[in-house]
């Protein structure tokens, strides 16, 4: 974890919802995944995860594309995720 992209994506990665988001996103490839799945599987409202959505965009973490009418999230920083997400299953900090 040196890089800035590596500490802002662990810093963001500190609520079990981003945690949850980004390993969705991981695990659905350069396809992404629509918006209100996403929010469904982080365990929010559509309100609460478009906010959390705002914050990843915002960091450089998630892109925004609208796929069949559909706004959908695609993982931008995948390399700093996977590191960080290593880092949160090694410490003990995942949900």
Request: with cysteine; charged share 25%; aromatic share 4%.
């Amino acid at each position: 974890m040196e890089t800035q992209e590596s500490t802002l994506t662990l810093a963001l990665m500190t609520e079990p919802a981003r945690v949850r988001i980004c390993r969705a996103l991981l695990e659905a490839g350069e396809a992404g995944l629509p918006a209100t799945d996403l929010a469904q599987l982080a365990r929010l409202s559509l309100g609460r995860a478009g906010h959390v959505f705002s914050e990843l965009v915002q960091a450089d973490v998630l892109a925004l594309s609208i796929q069949e009418r559909r706004v959908c999230y695609v993982l931008k920083a995948r390399r700093a995720v996977i590191e960080a997400l290593g880092y949160i299953d090694a410490s003990g900090l995942a949900d």
